[in-house]
């Protein structure tokens, strides 16, 4: 089989250079790369008896660059294989990049891959890479690996495709999946250019994942939210349909004190019904949706409430499971960093089981997660007060933790609850506080080491509960994700600070308890 010279020198680089991040250095159980860059999970698919993800990845160096594909298998989504580079920007169609996109089983048993193409000879004046939508497909070779053909007919969607006002420098990133009678279906995000500037997913079908039309415009939004959506999912879940996106440059949201979203690159997701017939896709307006900062009837909401995550893609287990994975990053900031002593820069979110209760997502740390806990420890009712305090056997920065927090009885409510880890080593720590009377749950990294330019913290309204409150952290040498009174909201952020700050210590203003269960997570 022929592989082009771009994928080769890749590959060559990667077999040169074996794996930069030292496993000592590198998180444990989230998947990280082993040299270069990272950003969004692509082709998230169960085939051939494996767990497939893709991802954006530029090889030679910790900063964005002309895209390739990476490639992982698992058979637990928690420990992942290498496989070398899958495609590299190598065509026309493709040489400025190969953009994110994703993954279908055909009927005769071989993988599609359907992704952005970013054109090396079509730009506008700006500069900007014209955009199709390309495919690949899975062919066996003599010596028993798998390689990704970039099929002699791309790009497959292109301006021809689009509704009249689109943007084919601003057309990107879809997402495949079978219609009931097996025809293909995919969402790709456009901006529109007429009047009012919308940004709209366009549904496309095919008989046969190769030939496409345009179907409809699924979904349409005036500038409201962000700009341009990326990384569409749509997807059944809970008896609703699921549209997930991740608008660029949102303005900030506020909402009974408490930001809803934060300036700059958010996920959002909405819950509605999906007729296929007509493929049209109407929100539900159940009573759970909120009121937005402006009064209105919001109907989107945060996936992730903390301040790294982006692009998440969504995949089908073969029990039946939704499943969510998510670039752990904010795409903001992602450039900001040293690439000589910053080469651990770059890693996804633990995969998430997604579940709909009143028309809200629910998410979970994969089952899977839990078989790599390696031995507990317990503390029950442990009674706090200002003095901050660290028991015996909690530290660390490889964790799986589980808190209760509960309110004394009988006792004034306590004014605050804080909880600091990555602490103990030059004045770093990470700090979640809670505040029971308003419900506001705080993450704060500002004592984290991070640039200036990083968003530092982020307040958000949960449940209230009467001062009770729920969470369990996976901690993972630079990342902590919070998963807050059983996955109602999840808070994900990085810091990048030296893991001798393995501290972790709690305080309360007032009188309040808490039980902890503490998991060591090895890797396999
Ligand atoms: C989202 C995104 C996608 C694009 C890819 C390029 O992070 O901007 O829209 O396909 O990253 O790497």
Same mark, same amino acid.
């Not at 998410?363 to 507990?376: A, K, M």
């Given at each position: 089989m022929v592989i082009s010279k771009e994928l080769k020198r890749a590959r060559e680089y990667e077999a040169e250079k074996g794996a930069l991040v030292k496993d000592e250095e590198r998180a444990v159980y989230h998947l990280s790369p082993r040299i270069g860059w990272l950003n969004d999970p692509n082709g998230f698919s169960f085939y051939n008896g494996k767990y497939h993800l893709f991802y954006q990845y530029h090889p030679y160096n910790t900063f964005w660059g002309p895209m390739h594909w990476g490639h992982v298998v698992s058979d637990d989504l928690i420990s992942w294989e290498y496989l070398p580079a899958t495609m590299a920007p190598d065509t026309d169609y493709d040489g400025a990049g190969c953009f994110s996109g994703s993954a279908i089983t055909l009927d005769d048993g071989r993988q599609l891959l359907i992704y952005t193409g970013c054109s090396k000879v079509d730009l506008d004046e700006a500069g900007r890479w014209a955009q199709t939508q390309c495919v690949a497909v899975s062919s066996e070779t003599e010596v028993g690996t798998t390689e990704y053909v970039k099929y002699e007919g791309n790009p497959v969607i292109t301006s021809d495709h689009l509704p009249e006002g689109g943007d084919i420098y601003e057309f990107r990133d879809p997402f495949i999946w079978r219609a009931s009678d097996g025809t293909f279906r995919a969402v790709v995000a456009n901006a529109n250019t007429s009047e009012g500037k919308a940004t709209q997913l366009c549904i496309y079908k095919s008989p046969d994942g190769f030939k496409w039309e345009f179907a409809k415009v699924l979904f349409e939004d005036w500038r409201h939210i962000g700009v341009m959506w990326e990384c569409p999912n749509f997807f059944p879940l809970g008896g609703r349909q699921i549209l997930i996106a991740s608008p660029m440059d949102m303005e900030t949201e506020e909402a009974d004190g408490s930001i809803r979203f934060p300036k700059g690159n958010n996920v959002v997701y909405m819950v509605g019904d999906y007729d296929e017939a007509t493929e049209t896709f109407t929100l539900a307006r159940a009573a759970s949706h909120e009121k937005s900062g402006q009064g209105a009837l919001a109907t989107y909401h945060p996936v992730d409430c903390g301040l790294d995550f982006y692009a998440p893609q969504v995949m089908e287990t073969p029990d039946g499971r939704r499943v969510?994975?998510?670039?752990?990053?904010?795409?903001?900031?992602?450039?900001?960093? /040293?690439?000589?002593?910053?080469?651990?820069?770059?890693?996804?979110?633990?995969? @998430?089981? $997604?579940? $709909? @209760? /009143?028309?809200? $997502?629910?998410?979970? +740390?994969? @089952?899977? $997660?839990?078989?790599?806990?390696?031995? /507990?420890?317990?503390?029950?009712?442990?009674?706090?007060?200002? /003095?901050?305090?660290?028991?015996?056997?909690?530290?660390?920065?490889?964790?799986?933790?589980?808190?209760?927090?509960? +309110?004394?009885?009988?006792?004034?409510?306590?004014?605050?609850?804080?909880?600091?880890?990555?602490?103990?080593?030059?004045?770093?720590?990470?700090?979640?506080?809670?505040i029971p009377e308003r419900s506001i749950l705080t993450i704060d990294r500002s004592n984290s080491g991070q640039p200036d330019n990083y968003t530092k913290r982020r307040s958000i309204r949960v449940r209230n509960r009467g001062g009770a409150l729920s969470l369990r952290i996976l901690l993972d040498r630079w990342s902590a994700e919070v998963f807050i009174n059983g996955g109602e909201q999840v808070m994900s952020t990085t810091f990048y600070t030296p893991l001798a700050a393995d501290g972790i210590t709690f305080s309360a203003d007032g009188s309040a308890a808490i039980d902890i269960t503490k998991y060591t997570i090895t890797g396999k």
């Open positions: 969510m994975i998510g670039w752990m990053q904010d795409p903001s900031i992602g450039n900001l960093h /040293n690439d000589d002593d910053f080469n651990i820069f770059c890693q996804m979110t633990v995969p @998430r089981e $997604l579940t $709909l @209760r /009143n028309d809200r $997502l629910i998410q979970w +740390p994969v @089952r899977e $997660l839990e078989s790599y806990r390696d031995g /507990n420890m317990v503390f029950a009712s442990v009674e706090l007060d200002d /003095n901050e305090r660290s028991l015996e056997g909690i530290s660390g920065r490889v964790l799986d933790l589980e808190i209760e927090l509960e +309110p004394k009885d009988g006792a004034e409510l306590y004014k605050s609850f804080s909880m600091k880890f990555a602490s103990g080593c030059e004045d770093l720590y990470t700090e979640l506080r809670y």
